[in-house]
């Protein structure tokens, strides 16, 4: 399974545009790219997901260059609620021939007023 | 209408009791999961069922068994529980066949003391 590396946390302001980042230096040619994200105290909650180049739908924009070796998540003028933890997932992870998602520790991101 | 639902949302036992946490869903998906968030915030798979079917088993102790009476619900049971199995503990449901997107409940906050 592809591992992921993201940053522990970043900070922003009401409005600023936030760029969140994933390597996943070993990913493979069946590999999909997901985010989610969790706001404390409920669930996982699916954002976006891709496989190369754009992708965008009515919460985030998606990056993925053409080596798919990383990938950045853009939420655009952010606020408050968006404060949350975002985690970025690579690989089916596939047992049995069914999704297996694999979470590592994720990105606190902190929106400030 | 809530689409992955969990009881109980808290729950507080002694060690060596057993215990059991409902999980059901209405959006008619076919594969149900068990996770396990642990203090560090680490999501990590235990159990996938597709259609009432065991298709993941994570390294679980066996003291953990789940149960799908039917495909809109799969229950975790807890045997003698002990002070590590303090977490929360999330539900979900995806379609068979939809890659990544899966549905998360609102988790229940297990504390063993």
């Known amino acids: 399974l592809a591992k992921t590396t993201q940053p522990i946390s970043m900070d922003s302001y009401e409005g600023q545009e936030v760029n969140i980042t994933c390597s996943h230096n070993?990913?493979?040619?069946?590999?999909?790219i997901t985010w989610y994200q969790q706001f404390p105290s409920q669930g996982p909650r699916f954002i976006i997901q891709g496989y190369k180049t754009k992708v965008t739908n009515e919460v985030a924009s998606l990056f993925i260059p053409a080596d798919r070796k990383s990938s950045t998540l853009s939420l655009p003028r952010v606020s408050l609620s968006d404060t949350a933890v975002y985690y970025c997932?690579?690989?089916?992870?596939?047992?049995?021939?069914?999704?297996?998602?694999?979470f590592g520790a994720g990105t606190r991101l902190a929106v400030h007023p | 209408d809530t689409a992955v639902s969990q009881t109980p949302k808290y729950l507080v036992t002694q060690m060596g009791n057993d215990k059991s946490i409902k999980c059901e869903q209405n959006l008619g998906h076919d594969t149900m999961y068990w996770y396990k968030q642990d203090s560090k915030k680490f999501l990590k798979i235990m159990f996938s069922?597709?259609?009432?079917?065991?298709?993941i088993n994570e390294t679980v102790p066996n003291r953990f068994s789940p149960k799908s009476p039917d495909k809109a619900h799969l229950n975790l049971h807890i045997n003698s529980l002990e002070l590590g199995d303090s977490a929360v503990y999330f539900c979900?449901?995806?379609?068979?066949?939809?890659?990544?997107?899966?549905?998360f409940g609102p988790g229940t906050r297990l504390t063993v003391t």
């Open positions: 979900a449901s995806s379609q068979q066949g939809n890659k990544d997107e899966q549905y």
């Open positions: 069922y597709n259609n009432k079917e065991l298709i």
């Open positions: 070993n990913i493979a040619t069946n590999d999909y």
């Open positions: 997932l690579v690989g089916l992870g596939i047992s049995g021939g069914y999704n297996k998602l694999i």
